[in-house]
């Protein structure tokens, strides 16, 4: 469907057209009708879908056409300060061409940024941007007014739930009036978020749009290795294949740390990413990332998430995620927007099991890829006996399957962009931008 045919102020098409969007995603041309009839919203769908813009449009559209006395329009509360960013930065390109003012509220800032953010929340910009916690710090001083709240978006629902935030979105829910229309987008539907759903909303319609599979743009592949096979496995795919953007996800910002500083000393242009960096330094290594100035971006699942850089050719899954959700959206940074990429495991013997409830997931087999002959033979893919056991013998107390190391190596470890931007015509007093937020984990 053209975005023509979905009934947008014509200002909106025009900023659409200008960025070169003329087809409607599934999911766009779903949740659009819906969210401009103030329908409650429960939207299931994969990372790389449209979502974002699925819900921007149509709020946009509201704001536009009933021309309201400036308020605080509509919120939308993202799991991290690197999603919000992000959704603030896609306000800024779909209202090219529309007097409409956004902000963006997360953790990190000094005291202008916070004067910044109050000014936002109580003159009114029309969309405020933010991370759980850092907008529960405003509601507590008490000058946030949200009486006349039209919208409230609730984006990656299932991983603020992760994180914690169950209670903390009920604690806002209380400053919000009763007749706001509220939406809800997640790639998965636990039963925690259905009690969530049934707190908050009203008779809410539901989408569900290819949920919990990754793009078929993404050819995935995995291979059987002991940790002490993981680094020249890397150097051996990057010298092999045409890479020009490409990021290595590790559960843990140790790890991270480590294989960053290996990979800078086998002369590779890496960046890194981590809770252990400040605001500033996030920004600046995903600016260069973006930029193209970085080849390989080293990260936690804190950018599994929330990142939006064209042309990721390459995800490498260093150690296989704790949850099997966190694959989908590891994997879901390439082959964005119909473009195609390539997602490559590494799975240890104890990653295994792990591992297979992956491929339970996505119901599918991922072959796996013989290690080339120079790295040696891996361990045998078996997880129903609990993975391949030790290479190299010998007794050892560590955890499965590294080789001469207790419990050792590395644990190791995307995207359609909005081209607009520029000058914004705010109403409410002047353009608002922002900084990101408070996050119970890594």
């Known amino acids: 469907m053209n975005f023509r045919e979905l009934n947008l102020?014509?200002?909106?098409?025009?900023?659409?057209?200008?960025?070169?969007?003329?087809?409607?995603?599934?999911?766009q041309e779903q949740a659009i009708p819906i969210i401009l009839d103030n329908e409650d919203l429960i939207a299931c769908a994969q990372t790389g879908t449209g979502k974002t813009a699925a819900y921007l449009l149509p709020v946009l559209h509201k704001i536009v056409t009933e021309n309201e006395q400036p308020h605080v329009n509509t919120i939308i509360i993202a799991p991290t300060r690197e999603l919000a960013k992000q959704i603030d930065q896609q306000v800024e390109g779909f209202a090219y061409f529309v007097p409409v003012s956004s902000y963006a509220i997360y953790g990190g800032g000094d005291g202008v940024s916070f004067m910044k953010e109050k000014?936002?929340?109580?003159?009114?910009?029309?969309?405020?941007?933010?991370?759980?916690?850092?907008?529960?710090?405003?509601l507590n001083l008490g000058y946030v007014k949200l009486r006349s709240l039209k919208h409230l978006i609730l984006d990656e629902a299932d991983k603020m739930l992760d994180m914690g935030f169950f209670d903390d979105i009920l604690r806002i829910i209380?400053?919000?009036?009763?007749?706001?229309?509220?939406?809800l987008f997640s790639a998965t539907m636990p039963d925690k978020m259905r009690q969530l759903a049934k707190k908050i909303m009203k008779e809410p319609k539901q989408i569900n749009i290819a949920l919990s599979k990754p793009?078929?743009?993404?050819?995935?592949?995995?291979?059987?290795?002991?940790?002490?096979?993981?680094?020249?496995?890397?150097?051996?795919?990057?010298?092999?294949?045409?890479?020009?953007?490409?990021?290595?996800?590790?559960?843990?910002?140790?790890?991270?740390?480590?294989?960053?500083?290996?990979?800078?000393?086998?002369?590779?242009?890496?960046?890194?990413?981590?809770?252990?960096?400040?605001?500033?330094?996030?920004?600046?290594?995903?600016?260069?990332?973006?930029?193209?100035?970085?080849?390989i971006l080293v990260a936690t699942d804190i950018v599994?998430?929330?990142?939006?850089?064209?042309?990721?050719?390459?995800?490498?899954?260093?150690?296989?995620?704790?949850?099997a959700e966190d694959y989908i959206h590891r994997v879901g940074r390439t082959a964005r927007a119909e473009s195609t990429g390539t997602a490559i495991t590494f799975i240890n013997p104890k990653d295994q099991r792990?591992?297979?409830?992956?491929?339970?997931?996505?119901?599918?087999?991922?072959?796996?890829?013989?290690?080339?002959?120079?790295?040696?033979?891996?361990?045998?893919?078996?997880?129903?006996?609990?993975?391949?056991?030790?290479?190299?013998?010998?007794?050892?107390?560590?955890?499965?399957?590294?080789?001469?190391?207790?419990?050792?190596?590395?644990?190791?470890?995307?995207?359609?962009s909005n081209k607009g931007g520029g000058n914004r015509n705010n109403k409410g007093g002047g353009g608002y931008r922002g900084n990101n937020s408070n996050r119970k984990r890594d």
């Open 304 to 323: 599994s998430r929330g990142i939006d850089v064209e042309s990721i050719d390459l995800i490498i899954n260093y150690d296989v995620p704790q949850d």
């Open 9 to 27: 102020d014509r200002d909106i098409i025009e900023g659409l057209d200008a960025m070169r969007f003329e087809e409607a995603t599934p999911i």
């Open 215 to 295: 793009a078929e743009g993404i050819d995935q592949r995995a291979y059987s290795t002991y940790n002490d096979q993981k680094v020249p496995l890397i150097k051996h795919i990057y010298a092999n294949m045409e890479v020009t953007s490409s990021i290595i996800f590790s559960s843990t910002k140790s790890n991270v740390k480590v294989l960053a500083k290996e990979l800078a000393r086998q002369k590779y242009n890496v960046g890194e990413i981590h809770s252990d960096l400040d605001q500033n330094e996030r920004e600046e290594v995903l600016r260069k990332f973006k930029n193209k100035r970085l080849k």
């Open 119 to 138: 000014r936002a929340l109580t003159k009114g910009a029309d969309i405020i941007i933010s991370t759980p916690g850092k907008l529960i710090s405003h």
């Open 354 to 416: 792990r591992f297979k409830s992956i491929e339970d997931l996505i119901e599918r087999v991922l072959d796996k890829t013989p290690l080339p002959e120079h790295i040696g033979e891996g361990p045998k893919y078996n997880p129903g006996k609990g993975g391949g056991g030790y290479r190299g013998g010998g007794n050892r107390k560590g955890g499965g399957g590294n080789r001469n190391r207790k419990g050792g190596g590395y644990k190791g470890g995307g995207n359609r």
């Open 174 to 183: 209380t400053h919000m009036p009763d007749d706001r229309q509220t939406i």
